[in-house]
């Protein structure tokens, strides 16, 4: 099955069950401060769990696009050493907003597996939240799945909230097995972490809103919010362990391929720029520029962190924009925001390729010459500092390059170098202003502005007459 057709499966088989499909929202949340990007096809029922907005349907089915790349869910460090982590992924999802609640989610979702999707049960695995007696009896008692691919997990794994604040509730999830070559126990063991169980899907029974404070206060109503990641069932169907194998993925990765020269489609470097395009591609989608700060730091953070994966692959030449056109591809007719936009997507990550063209190879020779010539494992945060002052390196691009050497890098030192920047660019301000008030302006001097000698940080208020 295709991904597209897998999407259609699954929006198919909720809207027979009385539900409602709706189109994914955008990456950026509407009017919620509390979280950086949508990172759950719930984000935009939110309201609607908490009972503060009613709609017109109490079951709704998406497939929404998700971010995962900052605040409480962020996979960032992930991509490119897991198989199946993205910055960017699709999440399908059904919601009940008081309607059904954990005996119905439960069935429906087993039966899609198993019947509709024809999944084999002896490869599918359950976990349930310890404390949740009863969603264990129904999937033993009722759905009669085997106790030895069960089991009750902490809160850690099993008890889901969408940021530090809002709707929340404990969970059952369930996990495919993709057989005994892959390292990895099963869930609840102590090597989970592997990739040989991989979580597909996870139910939340909503119960809470979580405060600010961590206190629990019930919904109005009990309710149910799903998610399954789209690529993660595609790796099942298509019988491919890793997400990147799947054929939404492989367009991306061989046309990278093919623009970077490298020859083998499993190196990991090439699976990180497919996945980046796909986040940087929407976030730019939804709204978001390259810049400084929240979301657009991330954004760039993202961009460059690409870029530098195509110089290591020997690339020179702009190269990250020009995969704009086989996403679209791939996915503008998902999402024709997407298609919509493409001209602007293009265009905002190639002047950002552009602006950080001129200092990555610099900063590259400054980094692998400190690397060759340092003692210990870890990279002073007084140099990642100096890489991101003066060649606009993000802290994690160096972190990224540390770690592929089995370095890291003192980052309460870059911290404290950033804080000592601060610093100095406060007091700089507030002398720059006496300077100016102190000026006599007779109408023929003219200020141009201000020159700062970084040695010793002086600040010198230019003018001409
Ligand atoms: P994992 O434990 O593998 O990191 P998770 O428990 O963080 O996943 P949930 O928050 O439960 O994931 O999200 C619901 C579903 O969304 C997951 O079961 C998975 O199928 C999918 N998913 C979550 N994170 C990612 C990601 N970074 N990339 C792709 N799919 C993801
Ligand atoms: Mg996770
Ligand atoms: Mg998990
Ligand atoms: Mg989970």
Redesign the pocket.
């Known amino acids: 099955m295709t991904s597209a057709e897998l999407r259609k499966a699954f929006l198919d088989y909720f809207v027979k069950h009385n539900h409602t499909e709706v189109h994914s929202s955008p990456v950026i949340p509407a009017n919620d401060p509390t979280l950086l990007f949508t990172?759950?096809g719930m984000v935009q029922f939110k309201e609607t769990f908490l009972g503060q907005e009613n709609r017109d349907y109490n079951r709704a089915t998406s497939v929404q696009r998700?971010i995962?790349a900052g605040g409480k869910?962020n996979?960032l460090e992930?991509v490119g050493y897991t198989a199946?982590?993205?910055?960017f992924?699709e999440?399908l999802g059904n919601f009940s907003f008081g309607d059904y609640f954990k005996r119905e989610a439960i069935s429906f979702a087993w039966k899609f597996l198993t019947e509709e999707l024809n999944l084999p049960e002896e490869k599918l695995w359950v976990t349930v939240f310890e404390e949740d007696q009863e969603a264990e009896d129904i999937w033993l008692k009722e759905m009669g799945i085997s106790a030895e691919r069960f089991s009750r997990c902490g809160a850690k794994?099993n008890f889901?909230s969408m940021g530090d604040t809002g709707p929340c509730g404990p969970?059952t999830?369930i996990f495919f097995d993709h057989g005994a070559d892959v390292a990895g126990g099963p869930p609840g063991s102590p090597d989970e972490d592997g990739d040989r169980y991989?979580?597909?899907?996870?139910l939340v029974f909503m119960q809470f809103d979580r405060s600010a404070d961590g206190t629990l206060t019930p919904l109005p109503k009990p309710s149910v919010d799903t998610?399954?990641?789209l690529?993660?069932?595609a790796a099942v169907m298509q019988n491919v362990h890793n997400?990147y194998d799947i054929d939404l993925f492989q367009a991306i990765v061989k046309k990278a391929a093919e623009l970077t020269g490298e020859k083998d489609l499993t190196n990991s470097s090439l699976r990180v720029i497919a996945d980046h395009i796909r986040s940087c591609s929407f976030v730019i989608v939804d709204g978001v520029l390259p810049s400084n700060e929240g979301r657009g730091y991330v954004l760039r953070r993202i961009i460059r962190r690409a870029i530098r994966h195509g110089y290591k692959l020997g690339m020179n030449d702009l190269f990250f924009y020009k995969l704009v056109p086989v996403l679209v591809e791939q996915m503008g007719e998902a999402y024709p925001e997407l298609a919509k936009e493409q001209a602007n997507v293009e265009r905002a990550l190639k002047l950002e390729e552009t602006r950080f063209a001129e200092t990555l190879e610099n900063g590259m020779k400054l980094l692998e010459e400190y690397i060759d010539g340092m003692s210990g494992d870890v990279i002073e945060g007084e140099i990642a500092f100096k890489l991101y002052d003066t060649y606009g390196f993000p802290l994690d691009l160096t972190a990224d390059v540390a770690r592929e050497r089995n370095l890291s890098v003192d980052e309460a030192g870059f911290e404290k170098a950033m804080e000592a920047q601060r610093e100095r660019a406060r007091s700089a301000s507030s002398f720059s202003a006496q300077a100016v008030d102190k000026i006599d302006f007779d109408g023929e001097t003219q200020f141009i502005g201000y020159e700062c000698d970084d040695a010793d940080t002086k600040v010198v208020a230019i003018f001409v007459d």
């Open positions: 990172n759950a998700c995962r869910h996979d992930n199946r982590h993205h910055t992924f999440m794994d889901w969970c999830e991989i979580e597909i899907w996870n998610g399954m990641g690529e993660r069932l997400n």
